[in-house]
């Protein structure tokens, strides 16, 4: 283990940070419009059975790997077995990182533009979605327009990430996470204070069972590890950043518990507000930047709205995006021995223009489609993480856990650090009956899962 590297100040930092990752656009943007689409409770139903039975058994193991080795993914990979298939695996997340980034960066940007715009007093003049769906469509024409705010947003997370895990990664969460938790609290209230906001809420809290079928599963499970930052090394990366005295169990909770709240509260803040106008819930992607920005706008003190949800949506995707890029920024400093800010302008700089397919994607590459799938290049980033590299990864590190480094040592490595509660910490694991659900859940469940869900992504079920 090197002495020189950083650590969390404390378990708190750490837990805001995580939280921090897994709060993201994944919550705000792609959670109300999945749900959307997908049958509102029935969904929530069905993605909450996936963060508890999956997620977050997979959740502690990760940052477990991470806390244990004090190392990157591939570097924690190497640290515990010498079988070089698994460092491939962990080069894996490096490059899933890389793809999330690539899309996530662009709507990182839109979110910045709308901050801008919405200060602007933009919005105040549209009087239907319509108009503001034009309006999207017309700056997205522009691949100067996407590409320069791509760059605006990359810029905050490389100066993030360049001052460092304390100065940098922890200060920014600290400061910005509870600026966001009071920001959605506002919308939250205001939004349950709309007439007809109880149709919001009844979307989704009853659910349409009707909904459900094999592509639900497949959505929960795959929008499960996106959610909670998993199957890539984020959650294992700042993991190592833990002192072995800090309880991984405990702060597992924690951050699935804090990521899904938010995640239920944005959905609460964003249907109300839909509902009340009588919009269409199942508006797909473009239901935060197409029909959002009028509704909002329209409210009594809709300036003030509009721009704190779109300041709400900034927060989001900057405090992810840090924990994305700082997977392979970690990479080159503990493999190659970079040091941190010529790691982060490589890293910094490889992602950023590895996003500018994406970026082409909505103007001069519209029309370009990969491989058959009819995927645009932002479209197949989004497919192939979400759908395929983060549960991939999740399926590995169930099988690494569960057969490599084995259930015992995962249990003996969780029991370190102590919460001292019995519940809600590690103690639990001392009860036998307990250990074998975890172990249940990490052989069999997530594995067996996590393949069915591949099988009829390649159409096989
Ligand atoms: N969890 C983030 C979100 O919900 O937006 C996205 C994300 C961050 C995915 C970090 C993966 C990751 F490693």
Redesign the pocket.
Known sequence: MSNNREQWSSKASFILAAAG???????????PYIAGENGGAAFLFIYLICIVLVGLPILNIEILLGRATQKNPVGAFKTLTDKPFWKYVGAL?VF??FT?LSF?SIVGGWSVAYTFEALKGTFSSFDNPQMAADFFNLKNSSPMWVIGWHTVFFLMIVGIILSGVRAGLEKASKFLMPVLFGILMILVVQGLMLPGADGGVSFLFSPDWSKINPQTFLLALGHA???????????MTYGSYLSEKDDVVNASYMVAFL?TVI?ILAGVAIFTVVFSSGYDPAAGPGLVFHVLPPLLAQLVGGYIFALLFFLLLTI??VT??I??LE?SVAYLVDELKYSRKKATLTMGMLVYLAAIPCALSFNLWSDVTLLGTGLTFFDAADFL??NVL?PLGGFFLAIFAGYVWGIDEVVRNLLIGDSGSVYFGNSIFKSSSFKSVFSFLIRYLSPVLIFLVFLYVLGWI
């Open positions: 990752s897994a709060v993201g656009l994944g919550n705000i943007w792609k959670f997340g899933a990182s999330i996530y590890f996106f959610t909670l930052s998993l199957g890539m090394g984020a959650m990521d995640a989001a995707a992810s995006g924990s994305i997977v993480a979400s983060l």
